[in-house]
Every structure is written in C-alpha cells, then in structure tokens.
C-alpha cells in the first residue's frame, strides 16, 4: 500500500534520522569510559530500535511488528536492571573502566 | 484535495519523535560524566519514543493496535526511570567520577561502602574510597 506524500517523506527522513542517532549512541557505546556509560548506551539503543521497529510498522503498513516491539522493550528492561545489580556487586573495580 | 488529517498528525508525531531521539544521541555523545548523560538521554528517548508510537496509533486508527502501542508506552513510562536509577545508583557505589565542574554532590559520604545502606546524614567514618579523601570538610548530607 502507498503511503500519502507527506507521510512518505516523514517515514524516510525518520530512518535515516534513527539511523543517525544509533550510529552516534555506539560511539559512546565504543568509548565508554565506564561500564554504566555503556549499559546505557545500550539502552538506549535497544529503545532506538523499538522506534526503528514502530517506523517500519508505518512504512509497511505491517502492525504485527509491534508485538516485536513489545518483547523488545521488556527483555531490554530485564537487561539494564540485571546489568546494574552486577555492576554494584563487582564494586569498584569495575568503576571507572 | 490535500492527504487527510491523521496523515498530517503522523507525519508530526513522528518528526518530533525521531528528533527527541536524536536529541538523546547527542547528549549521550557530550555530555561530560555518566548522571548528565543518563539525564539527558533517557528523558528524552522516553518521550520519543512515546510520540512514535503514539504515531503508530493514529495511522493504523485500529482498537487492539492503539491498545498495544499505549501498553508500550506505559511500560516505557514505568521501566525507563527505575533502570536509570538502578544504574545510577550502582555507578555512584562503584565510585564513576563525577564532572570536575559539579558544585554540589548531596550525596557523598551517605552511603556505607560496605551494605550500600543509605544514611540521611553523612556517616562518621570515612565511607567511600573515591569520596573519601576529599571529604575534609565534614559537610552535611
């Protein structure tokens, strides 16, 4: 199905600015400089994703993505929060590296 | 005649949307120490991401689909503050430095390094191993 112009443009301009965003979230994914930095850093690209995911619900007109979407934003939830119990029983060793 | 309303409502929903995204990208990316940079980032990628799939329901205008993309967002809303401050509150512990420029931390010598226990007045005995030694003034919590 053809998507109306205004909606066509917005849905490319989207991705591509998704694609931005992601592409600098792994640059502070790559240069930490601590292990919360880059917890984070997945986070938020795991909610990137759930957006990259809601935008090709749109462009393919394909709702059954959002179920995906769903899974995607639980499993990243479990992620961060098992990630910060394991870095606060490390202790500081792990601290700023 | 011109595209109907609920394109033109989609269209903005997701311009701001993906602009509060990368919004988010870019405060990660500068700021200078790891609360900023959680502050910024998860903020605002918690509200565009409401507004993207607030997108998702206005074009598909379907029951289970508006269900199902309110239900996200609501978890987002829910599960987005409690991780960051799980990680918050264990980068604090394991001792992630602060931005050299930070005027007041409200928190330095309050927790006990040994349970992780939070006292509302500083401890008497030195507490943290990166706190702790510049903590010669004895300041209150």
């Known amino acids: 199905m053809m998507l109306a112009e205004p909606l066509a443009t917005m849905v490319t301009v989207t991705l591509i600015v998704l694609s931005v965003a992601m592409l600098l979230t792994f640059v502070r994914l790559v240069l930490g400089p601590s292990l919360p930095d880059r917890v984070i850093a997945l986070d938020i690209m795991a909610t990137q994703a759930v957006g990259i995911i809601a935008v090709y619900d749109i462009a393919t007109h394909e709702p059954i993505f959002l179920r995906v979407a769903t899974v995607v934003a639980l499993i990243t939830f479990l992620g961060t929060v098992a990630f910060a119990h394991y870095v606060e029983r490390r202790g500081s060793q792990w601290g700023p590296n | ?141």
């Open chain 2, 1 to 141: 005649m011109g595209p109907e309303l609920n394109v033109w409502i989609t269209s903005v929903l997701l311009g701001i949307g993906s602009l509060f995204m990368l919004l988010a990208a870019v405060g990660l990316l500068r700021l200078p120490d790891l609360f900023m940079r959680m502050q910024a980032a998860t903020k605002s990628s918690t509200l565009g991401i409401a507004c993207m799939l607030l997108a998702v329901a206005v074009h598909f205008g379907q029951l289970g689909i508006t269900t199902l993309a309110l239900l996200i967002i609501a978890f987002f809303f829910l599960t987005a503050p409690v991780a960051t401050h799980m990680v918050a509150r264990a980068a604090y512990l394991v001792g992630v430095p602060l931005w050299q420029g930070t005027v007041m931390d409200d928190l330095r010598g309050c927790y006990d390094v040994e349970t992780h226990a939070l006292a509302s007045r500083p401890l008497e005995s030195p507490q943290h191993p990166e706190t702790a030694a510049s903590d010669e003034s004895g300041a209150s919590c």
